[in-house]
């Protein structure tokens, strides 16, 4: 069985601090892709990023940076010099068969 | 090019009845999957198509069916509402079935039952 787990349910920071979301999963598959979601008061799930279980390598894509540790299965996700339109709640997401499994969120709230 | 599109946007309906909810998906796009979001709780998997079939199915009971249509849009029906069914919908479409494609979600449809 696949689970995702995200320990923090709310972060509030003040606008331009960095805002780090911590993401654990579990799963027997070998390959496997991660993902990370942001969903606005609006509803709509928007993409952020996927890294597939091969690669190990942190990015940066302009102010999100991920950290991904296979050998701790965490996936953790930053945003650096926060605005306050990243107010959002954020899920981490792991790949299965047919479908995604998805966290329970973490609702960032930046204040101005 | 137009996003996944989803209607209604908002649906109230009593405890026992039956609601459709539809999605479009974007164009080209073959692969539809449905989520359902209980406030609070993260996306959980309900169906996936892919070229008229279905591809999966999450733990939901019978009560839920799809289907996708020639046109690769898709419908959700919930029979026998229950209170617990209230919740966001989200619709979720693909260019292949394979999950680690992207998938671009629509707005969804907040399903109240009463």
């Known amino acids: 069985a696949q689970k995702v787990t995200q320990a923090q349910t709310e972060i509030s920071v003040v606008e331009k601090e960095d805002v780090t979301l911590d993401c654990v999963y579990e799963t027997r598959d070998t390959t496997y892709y991660l993902f990370w979601y942001k969903q606005p008061p609006s509803g709509e799930l928007v993409f952020l990023i996927r890294?597939?279980?091969?690669?190990?390598q942190n990015e940066i894509s302009g102010r999100y940076s991920w950290n991904f540790q296979k050998s701790t299965s965490s996936f953790n996700f930053t945003i650096t010099a926060s605005q306050v339109v990243d107010s959002a709640v954020y899920f981490c997401?792991?790949?299965?068969?047919?479908?995604?499994?998805f966290g329970a969120g973490t609702t960032v709230t930046v204040r101005a | 090019d137009a996003g996944v599109t989803q209607s209604p946007t908002h649906l109230i309906k009593t405890r026992g009845q039956h609601v459709t909810l539809r999605c479009s998906p974007i164009?080209?796009?073959?692969?539809v999957s449905w989520y359902q979001q209980v406030l609070g709780q993260g996306p959980q998997f309900i169906f996936q198509y892919y070229e008229k079939e279905e591809r999966g199915r999450g733990n939901f009971p019978d009560r839920f069916s799809a289907r996708q249509f020639p046109n690769y849009s898709s419908e959700l029906n919930v029979n026998a509402l229950l209170l617990g069914d209230s919740a966001l919908y989200l619709c979720a479409s693909s260019f292949s079935d394979r999950v680690d494609y992207e998938q671009y979600f629509g707005p969804g449809t907040r399903l109240t039952v009463t």
């Open positions: 890294r597939n279980s091969f690669d190990e």
């Open positions: 164009s080209g796009h073959k692969s």
């Open positions: 997401a792991l790949s299965g068969v047919y479908k995604l499994s």
